[in-house]
Nanobody, 126 residues
């Protein structure tokens, strides 16, 4: 059974940093499509960052230059380094993974993922 568990969320002031982690069990990240999403109250879930095979990445315009997605296949953990946080970044953050397959491009749509974590809350105060 695939299980994704996020951690690292919390409350931080604007301008601060957080690093989110997503540990997987029953699943190997390898070269599969994986990504981070977020959902604020009253808003749709949106893609934040994604990583494809061979390290190709994609980011939402709103986080480019501030967030970095990475993964450690040895630890089977996905990361999202968030810097220069803004109040608009406040949301529940979710990691997502697709079925095992070579990932030709980073995927930024929620419908393209099969497995989800339970989420970790990030709150940024001004």
């Amino acid at each position: 059974q695939v299980q994704l568990v996020e951690s690292g969320g919390g409350s931080v002031q604007a301008g601060g940093s957080l690093r989110l982690s997503c540990a997987a069990s029953g699943y190997r990240y390898g070269n599969n499509c994986v990504g981070w999403f977020r959902q604020a109250p009253g808003k749709e879930r949106e893609g934040v960052a994604a990583i494809a095979s061979f390290g190709r990445t994609a980011y939402a315009d709103s986080v480019k230059g501030r967030f970095t997605i990475s993964k450690d296949n040895a630890k089977n953990t996905l990361y999202l380094q968030m810097s220069s946080l803004e109040p608009e970044d406040t949301a529940m953050y979710y990691c997502a993974a697709d079925r095992p397959a070579v990932c030709s491009r980073p995927r930024m749509r929620a419908a393209e993922y099969d497995y989800w974590g339970q989420g970790t809350q990030v709150t940024v105060s001004s």
